[in-house]
């Protein structure tokens, strides 16, 4: 069993920077990938990046170029630095985690989420 802690959500104003945290506590020595996905008020839940447990980091379109995804060496914290905020990036923001190849839809682990607000 593992629970996923997330922090670091807030409000800023356009072109601002955030950084989110997720701590992965119990089982966590099998996970094989880790990753960030956000929803928008009306809109689906859409990935934002994963990592694997070889680094192999992969990101939306939205979001190349300007978040970053990384993890401690414990791999047991993940991180998602985000720069250049536009106000489209509003939305509740979760950490999962898998006992799986990044690819697939399935997740086996989520956290509770954090919100980030973006003002123009």
């Known amino acids: 069993q593992v629970q996923l802690v997330e922090s670091g959500g807030g409000s800023v104003q356009s072109g601002g920077s955030l950084r989110l945290s997720c701590v992965a506590f119990?089982?966590?020595?099998?996970?094989?990938?880790m990753g960030w996905f956000r929803q928008a008020p009306g809109k689906e839940r859409e990935g934002v990046a994963t990592?694997?447990?070889?680094?192999?980091?992969k990101y939306a379109d939205s979001t190349k170029g300007r978040f970053t995804i990384s993890q401690d060496n414990a791999k047991t914290t993940l991180y998602l630095q985000m720069n250049s905020l536009k106000p489209e990036d509003t939305a509740m923001y979760y950490c999962?985690?898998?006992?799986?190849?990044?690819?697939?839809?399935?997740?086996?682990?989520w956290g509770q989420g954090t919100q980030v607000t973006v003002s123009s």
């Open positions: 990592i694997d447990s070889d680094g192999i980091t």
């Open positions: 119990g089982y966590t020595y099998s996970i094989d990938c």
């Open positions: 999962a985690a898998k006992y799986a190849y990044c690819r697939g839809s399935l997740w086996d682990y």
